[in-house]
T-cell receptor
């Protein structure tokens, strides 16, 4: 029972263009969503998050969009840079209860940005 | 501010042995969670501790256990190691309030032979 899904295992983008990474979830109790970036042999690095009361959150080149009715979120990176090449994980949690530290992760999308 | 620190970074153990991994959270963070990352299963939640109490537990056998100390530092223990326990074990800490993210350490790479 995969509650958070990232259906694209990989994505290849040219430097300067937009990267769009997608994530779907099934659990209606999720109310907080996060994106992490991960390099091999390192821990995930927090990028950006969004609460279920919002539909968009921006931080520099990163924007996360949330469509609650579709149970879908996406991460936009504009413009993409070669240093963005990494594995991106979508994660979800239910912070309104006592499950703050319990994140459910997607399987990850490998982003490659070509110079 | 120092990040989440995990020790050791690498560990090689033999089947049947036990292992203890250590995690020091970011200063001021009282919630500590543990995750296992494997190529087949991805990132899976093991357990979460808050104020020295286990608050949530994932779907792992009882061989996996943990604890948290009064200074919020945490340890996890795996007894009777199996080959399938080979994984990257990640610790994360957070402020335990809504809409504040978990921050991860660089993990302990455990290899069971």
């Amino acid at each position: 029972d995969q509650q958070v899904k990232q259906n694209s295992p990989s994505l290849s983008v040219q430097e300067g263009r937009i990267s769009i990474l997608n994530c779907d979830y099934t659990n209606s109790m999720f109310d907080y969503f996060l994106w992490y970036k991960k390099y091999p042999a390192e821990g995930p690095t927090f990028l950006i998050s969004i609460s279920s009361i919002k539909d968009k959150n921006e931080d520099g080149r990163f924007t996360v969009f949330l469509n609650k009715s579709a149970k879908h979120l996406s991460l936009h990176i504009v413009p993409s840079q070669p240093g963005d090449s990494a594995v991106y994980f979508c994660a979800a949690s239910s912070v309104s209860g006592t499950s703050y530290g319990k994140l459910t992760f997607g399987q990850g999308t490998i982003l490659t940005v070509h110079p | 501010k120092a990040g989440v620190t995990q020790t050791p970074r690498y560990l090689i153990k033999t089947r049947g042995q036990q292992v203890t991994l250590s995690c020091s959270p970011i200063s001021g963070h009282r919630s500590v969670s543990w995750y296992q990352q494997t190529p087949g299963q991805g990132l899976q939640f093991l357990f979460e501790y808050f104020s020295e109490t286990q608050r949530n537990k994932g779907n792992f056998p009882g061989r996996f256990s943990g604890r948290q100390f009064s200074n919020s530092r945490s340890e996890m223990n795996v007894s009777t190691l199996e080959l399938g326990d080979s994984a990257l074990y990640l610790c994360a800490s957070g402020m335990d309030r809504g809409n504040s993210p978990l921050h991860f350490g660089n993990g302990t790479r455990l290899t069971v032979t």
